[in-house]
């Protein structure tokens, strides 16, 4: 019950998502746990962690259910086994994130069917929405998601972002139909992604309003802002994104940047600095940071201090950027 309260206070929070669905798992109910975790795991798709929690918690449940608890203790038999097989690999099929034209025609027309026997079953609901949005049916698919918003299930936090994204899918098909001859291209395709952007930042911001302690929202927030070119109330966010150690060094990143923009150039050059300090793989994102510390050297005419940061790219990655460039430059010019 306890971490159930921390859940619902903070739904997009990793840990204690993983903790409460491994309580649901151990209290009997495996697949409510699994569906915690897949939610969160639409949100945050490319979380190690969070992926391999849900891979165990679906492992349990596949445990569980294809009988394999009861060849342990003797009870079961590889029938019962068997006999669940045919389902377990449609419910694969399901969760497939890439499907194939041909098979998602069909997976409509059958949850369409299931919907039909079945009109108070969400399942097929949220399952025919995601569809229709791959197929880009887009007025079908806010149709879908409407009607979940209307039934008990419509203060689920992941339905507001999966209405936005499904906006913004149609915002982004609306300008890849845009007719790169016509005189007014650039116009109309601009007003598109303004659009976009506006409409992403209002869900973002009325979610952030139901969730304010939730830091994550707020780093996503903050780079909206930073999108939209609102950099004083991105900063605002980004400082307080910061203290979430899964999002620090971007959200330090980020503030750099914000800084840097408004010529506050000390700023962003200590920012930098300690977002390099805790990162320890030296990685694109490590580089990155170096990178754009050197660049705000080069900015304050601190130009050895600079080259400095640009040998420690070119030492490991002499094709990253313009490094190679900028450090041959340098020695030629000694």
Do not use: W
């Amino acid at each position: 019950m306890s971490v159930e309260v921390l859940f619902m206070n903070n739904p997009r929070d990793r840990d204690v998502a993983i903790d409460y669905a491994n309580a649901l798992a151990e209290d009997g109910r495996v697949a409510l746990g699994e569906k915690v975790l897949a939610e969160l795991a639409r949100q945050l798709p490319y979380d190690p962690e969070l992926l391999q929690a849900l891979k165990n918690i679906t492992a349990r449940r596949t445990m569980s259910e294809g009988g394999y608890d009861g060849l342990a203790d003797g009870k079961g038999s590889y029938r019962d086994i068997l006999k669940n097989e045919e389902e377990a690999k449609a419910l694969e099929q399901e969760n497939r994130v890439q499907k194939s034209g041909d098979n998602t025609e069909r997976l409509i027309r059958e949850y369409e069917a299931r919907l039909k026997a079945e009109p108070g079953n969400l399942k097929p609901v949220r399952q025919l929405a995601e569809l229709y949005t791959v197929r880009k049916q887009f007025d079908l698919a806010l149709k879908m998601y409407e009607k979940l918003k209307a039934s008990e299930t419509g203060n689920d936090p992941t339905l507001d972002k999966a209405i936005s994204d499904l906006m913004s899918k149609r915002l982004d098909h609306e300008a890849a139909q845009l007719d790169q001859a016509a005189p007014d291209y650039e116009e109309q395709h601009a007003r598109l992604n303004a659009e976009k952007v506006a409409l992403q930042l209002a869900e973002c911001q009325k979610r952030v309003e139901k969730f304010p302690t939730d830091l994550g929202m707020r780093f996503e927030l903050g780079v909206l802002y930073f999108s939209a070119g609102k950099i004083g109330e991105a900063i605002q966010e980004f400082q307080k994104a910061q203290n979430n150690p899964h999002k620090r060094v971007a959200a330090l990143s980020y503030l750099a940047q914000c800084f840097a923009k408004r010529k506050m150039n000390d700023l962003a050059a200590k920012t930098l600095q300690n977002a390099i300090k805790e990162k320890i793989v030296f990685d694109d994102e490590k580089k990155d940071l170096i990178y754009n510390l050197g660049s705000v050297l080069e900015t304050m005419g601190k130009k050895e201090e600079a080259i400095e940061q640009f040998k420690l790219i070119y030492e490991t990655d002499i094709g990253y950027r313009d490094v190679a460039k900028k450090v041959d430059d340098y020695y030629a010019g000694q």
